[in-house]
């Protein structure tokens, strides 16, 4: 599938996204329990797009951290996924960074979630973020 890089938008997903977020779980035969995710406070959906189908999303939680005596937020970025037809072409990268520009005034420490030894395509993705970017491995 021919695509440029610049037809995929990134955002944050909103409650009129839910059908299009259903037919992509669906897509990816995932049964991840949406609404559960959608009206918790803590979690939101940030969801790459191409016209109007969503071809990618990754969660981020904002959590309260507690460095020392300074109150603060952490945000956990986790369980990016890509389309499968749309894989290896960057998405999941650019996917990463918007979740990173949205979450870098908000919270002081930002981590990914850990991942599978075997999974080289999220290993990958993360390590070259992680060597850019002021994010760090969940412990
Ligand atoms: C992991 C995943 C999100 C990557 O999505 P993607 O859009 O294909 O990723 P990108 O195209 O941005 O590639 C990211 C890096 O991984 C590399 N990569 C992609 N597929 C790879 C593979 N199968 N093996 C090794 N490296 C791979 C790319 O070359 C790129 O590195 P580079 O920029 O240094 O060349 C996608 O494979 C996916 O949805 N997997 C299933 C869900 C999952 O495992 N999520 C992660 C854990 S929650």
């Given at each position: 599938?021919?695509?440029?890089?610049t037809?995929?938008?990134?955002?944050?997903?909103?409650?009129?996204?839910?059908?299009?977020?259903?037919?992509?779980?669906?897509?990816?035969?995932?049964?991840?329990?949406?609404?559960?995710?959608?009206?918790?406070?803590s979690?939101?959906?940030a969801?790459a797009?191409?016209?109007d189908?969503?071809?990618g999303?990754?969660?981020?939680?904002?959590?309260?951290?507690?460095?020392?005596?300074?109150?603060?937020?952490?945000?956990?970025?986790?369980?990016?996924?890509?389309?499968?037809?749309?894989?290896?072409?960057g998405?999941?990268t650019?996917?990463?960074?918007f979740?990173?520009?949205?979450?870098?005034?908000?919270?002081?420490?930002?981590?990914?979630?850990?991942?599978?030894?075997?999974?080289?395509?999220?290993i990958?993705?993360?390590?070259?973020?992680?060597?850019?970017?002021?994010?760090?491995f969940?412990s």
């Amino acid at each position: 599938m021919t695509i440029e890089r610049t037809q995929i938008t990134y955002r944050l997903a909103n409650k009129h996204d839910y059908k299009g977020l259903i037919k992509f779980y669906k897509r990816q035969n995932s049964r991840r329990c949406l609404r559960r995710i959608l009206n918790e406070d803590s979690v939101r959906i940030a969801v790459a797009q191409i016209d109007d189908i969503i071809i990618g999303k990754a969660l981020i939680y904002i959590l309260p951290w507690t460095a020392g005596k300074k109150k603060d937020k952490r945000a956990i970025i986790a369980e990016v996924f890509v389309d499968k037809r749309y894989r290896g072409r960057g998405i999941a990268t650019d996917l990463m960074k918007f979740c990173i520009k949205t979450v870098k005034n908000v919270a002081e420490d930002i981590q990914v979630d850990r991942v599978e030894p075997e999974n080289k395509a999220a290993i990958r993705l993360y390590k070259n973020l992680l060597s850019k970017e002021r994010v760090t491995f969940m412990s």
